[in-house]
């Protein structure tokens, strides 16, 4: 903790000039950058906070967002052509609105990797997305984890309300989930897991698409630009997939069926993440209460 002296010393070294060279203020669920006064008034400008990196779309794995939902400062190297940036999410709070303070620092020639000095920018970049992807990836699976589903189903509502897309969630669950570990235990459980999600992940042939570990046996697909037709007949190739398919687990070769729940929206700013996901678990919920192995919308 400083103490009011060493304080006052940073404010007049001016070390902002050497944290960063870019400052902003920008709203994560807007993605407009801000402008704020002097007396704390905040006005959006026309820009989105995204444009930054030459990307129409909103960015994936946003720090902000996670700043802002977890009212926690956050860091994280992202690259932009050739060069390397550190990144510093700030949120803070102005007339009880809370915001992001973003800070941008072009490190390309003040960054060391260890055991980087034969690497070329490309192998750098892709160890750059390598860290970046570790902390929303399922240990378990291989797959999104929850992290990713809080952070990045947001954005792709957004994206597709930008766009009056429409957009589709699905809840995914393995049937009788219980009985496989009480039958076989928790390793061929885990096994079982892990060849479902790679079955649904199978299932998925567009580049938008993405299938995430909800908890436990439940997991969540997103369809960007997809409406109800598509989502259904997505689910049930999966469903009729899974049920067709014998899991091999060592010596154990494993039949499951699966449930699904679906909701579609074509995205307008009034529906939220959390509401969709809602609504595919009601309908989740309904075909298990209708029988299992089967899909509701």
């Known amino acids: 903790m400083l103490n009011q002296d060493a304080k006052s010393l940073l404010c007049e070294l001016n070390l902002m000039d050497e944290l960063c060279d870019i400052a902003r ?9 801000l402008t704020v006064s002097k007396e704390a008034d905040i006005t959006e400008q026309e ?43 700030i949120p803070i709070t102005v007339q009880g609105k809370t915001i992001v303070v973003e800070l941008l620092k ?37 797959i999104y984890n929850r992290r990713y589903i809080d952070e990045k189903l947001p954005i792709d509502l957004l994206n597709c309300g930008m766009n009056a897309e429409y957009i589709s969630v699905i809840m995914a669950d393995i049937d009788w989930f219980k009985r496989v570990n009480d039958t076989y235990g928790h390793q061929t459980g885990d096994c079982v897991l892990r060849q479902f999600a790679q079955i649904l992940s199978k299932c998925l042939h567009r580049g938008s698409d993405w299938v995430a570990r909800y908890g436990g046996e439940e997991f969540l697909i997103c369809l960007p630009n997809a409406d109800r037709d598509i989502a259904a007949e997505i689910a049930q190739q999966m469903r ?11 010596d154990e070769q494993i039949h499951i069926t699966s449930s699904f729940g679906i909701c579609s929206i074509k995205a307008d700013f009034t529906e939220s993440a959390e509401e969709m996901i809602r609504q595919a678990d009601r309908k989740l919920y309904e075909a298990k209460q209708n029988g299992r192995n089967r899909v509701a919308y």
């Open 47 to 89: 820009l989105h906070c995204y444009g930054f990196w030459t990307n129409q779309m909103v960015c994936d794995n946003c720090i902000s967002v996670r700043a802002y939902r977890n009212r926690h400062t956050y860091i994280k190297i992202e690259y932009k052509e050739d060069s390397t940036y550190l990144i510093t999410a």
């Open 106 to 142: 072009d490190t390309t020639d003040s960054m060391f990797l260890n055991n980087s000095g034969e690497k070329n920018t490309d192998e750098i970049h892709s160890l750059i997305n390598r860290m970046n992807e570790m902390n929303v990836k399922d240990a378990l699976t291989g």
């Open 240 to 250: 009729s997939r899974i049920e067709q398919e014998a899991l091999r687990c060592g």
């Open 25 to 33: 203020f920008v709203d994560p669920l807007s993605k407009k950058v």
